[in-house]
Nanobody, 122 residues
Framework: QVRLVESGGGLVQAGDSLRLSCAVS???????MGWFRQAPGKEREFVAH????????AVADSVKGRFTISRDNAKNTVYLQMNSLKPEDTAVYYC????????????????WGQGTQVTVSS
């Protein structure tokens, strides 16, 4: 059983930074991973994904230049560095593992964390 646990969310002001972490446990396999977010009343949307080795990454256009995804396989942890945060970044952020298809599509991921709230005040 694979378990994903997000941490690092919180309440910040516009322009601030946060780093989210996603700790993976339960398997000794390095999965490709993704970050998604969901604001109230909206669908879950793609934020970033990273290959199992960390050699390939992608981020959504809405966060390009501000957010960076990375991973430390020795620690079984994936990170999302979020800079220059905006009020529209407010959402619950989820990490996901083991995509079986297009990596910016939430439905293809097999494992999900419980989410961490990020709130950005103006």
């Amino acid at each position: 059983q694979v378990r994903l646990v997000e941490s690092g969310g919180g309440l910040v002001q516009a322009g601030d930074s946060l780093r989210l972490s996603c700790a993976v446990s339960g398997r000794t396999v390095y999965y490709a991973m993704g970050w998604f977010r969901q604001a109230p009343g909206k669908e879950r949307e793609f934020v970033a994904h990273i290959s199992w080795s960390g050699g390939s990454t992608a981020v959504a256009d809405s966060v390009k230049g501000r957010f960076t995804i990375s991973r430390d396989n020795a620690k079984n942890t994936v990170y999302l560095q979020m800079n220059s945060l905006k009020p529209e970044d407010t959402a619950v952020y989820y990490c996901a593992a083991d995509p079986r298809g297009e990596r910016n599509t939430p439905q293809v991921y097999n494992y999900w964390g419980q989410g961490t709230q990020v709130t950005v005040s103006s």
